[in-house]
């Protein structure tokens, strides 16, 4: 950084000074040496503080940047959900202040326990906590990256401990065979039943199944074109996009019998209501069906018949359980109908009903080895 000044009297009678900083030239005019050398230091503080807020920005400033550069890059809807998750960081209250205010080289890693803390008071869940705390962790990591701090200041957070139950035991679980009995009659006269089929025969995502169209069901190559799913942009707005969650989950599913008949039976409900749409389930206004709306129908269901609450990720885990247990040593076919990247996901998914079928069938041996023994 290089400073120069230089004074001279003109002559009007009042002094006049140039300052070359950073590689600008900045005048400055006073009516007396004392009050020039005043504005002098006046206007190099301000030349200071301006390069120091942009070599040190805000939280929130730097924050815009990162996702600036990270658009194009990511799908929309994860720089909508991560936005999200960060503004419940950067809304936190650190000693009477804003974090997202706070320029980001005066943050500390005890500011970052506060926030953990705020957060936790907040009753968010762990899961919620720590998916905060790992994003912004992951803004302070690029902020190394390109030099602009020179640590990652949550490097001493730990995770908290999970204290609550997982989505995959409650909301999200595989339901038992009465339980799917007895949603099933109760659903029997809901507008969504078709749905809710598809979903526990296909093991399909909700956000797959509404953005089937109708040419995906393709009886000529007997299967169904899982190459969509429902997401959102930036702002929020619903739409259909390019590809599916994950570059595994564009599949085929072989269709059977079942299958068949749904589709056949929901594009009849669609003529008889006259939705005329490409969407093999569309909304009652023919757009996209949101997830939110099924999941309220089925919350009305599941308190008519008695069944627990549960969210339509449950017809996946469903599926994928009967599937396990009764062709458990297909579970690479399972992981493909899934649209699982690896058999891994699949296995530790259900590693509970594979123990199952492992004990069932060293049982099964067990006996017949008995039985051969007393015959």
């Given amino acids: 950084m290089k400073i120069m000044a230089k004074l001279k009297k003109r002559p009007d009678g009042r002094y006049q000074t140039v300052i070359t900083y950073e590689g600008k030239r900045y005048y400055i005019y006073a009516r007396s040496a004392s009050e020039l050398n005043e504005k002098k230091l006046e206007k190099l503080q301000q030349l200071k503080m301006q390069a120091r807020n942009r070599e040190n920005p805000t939280l929130d400033k730097y924050y815009k940047q990162f996702t600036e550069l990270r658009r194009g890059k990511v799908k929309e809807s994860t720089l909508r959900c991560q936005s999200s998750t960060y503004q419940n960081c ?76 997982s989505a995959r035991d409650t909301i999200h679980r595989a339901l038992s065979v009465e339980e799917t009995e007895a949603f099933f009659a109760a659903a029997a006269e809901s507008s969504f039943i078709n749905c809710y089929k598809l979903m526990i025969q296909t093991g399909v ?28 942009d930036e702002i929020g707005a619903y739409l259909i996009g390019d590809s ?107 590693t509970h009903v594979m123990k199952d079928s492992k004990e069932t069938a060293m049982n099964n041996i067990r006996s017949e080895e008995h039985t051969s023994e007393l015959q």
């Fill in 205 to 232: 995502r909700i956000g797959e199944l509404c953005a089937l169209y109708l040419s995906d069901f393709d009886q000529a190559n007997n299967c169904l074109h899982i190459t969509k799913t429902v997401t959102r």
């Fill in 90 to 165: 950067a809304d936190a209250v650190i000693e009477g202040k804003r974090l997202g205010d706070i320029r980001i080289r005066d943050i500390t890693p005890r500011y970052c326990q506060l926030v953990q803390q705020e957060l936790m008071k907040k009753n968010y869940s762990t899961r919620t906590v720590n998916d905060c705390m790992k994003h912004l962790s992951h803004v302070f990591n690029c902020a190394v990256k390109d030099e602009t701090i020179t640590r990652n200041l949550c490097m001493c957070i730990e995770h908290l401990r999970r204290t609550e139950p």
């Fill in 244 to 350: 599916t969650k994950t570059y595994a989950g564009t599949r085929d599913i072989p269709l059977n019998d079942a299958i068949i008949g749904i589709i056949r039976d929901q594009k009849f409900r669609n003529r008889a209501l006259m939705r005329f749409s490409t969407l093999l389930f569309p909304a009652a206004d023919g757009k996209i069906l949101r997830e939110y709306t099924i999941n309220r129908d089925m919350k009305k269901i599941c308190e008519k018949c008695g069944v627990q609450v549960f969210t339509c990720h449950a017809f996946r885990a469903t599926f994928a359980t009967r599937f396990i247990e009764q062709r458990p040593q297909d579970y690479k076919v399972l992981s493909e109908i899934l649209g699982h990247a690896d058999t891994k996901i699949t296995l530790n998914l259900y």
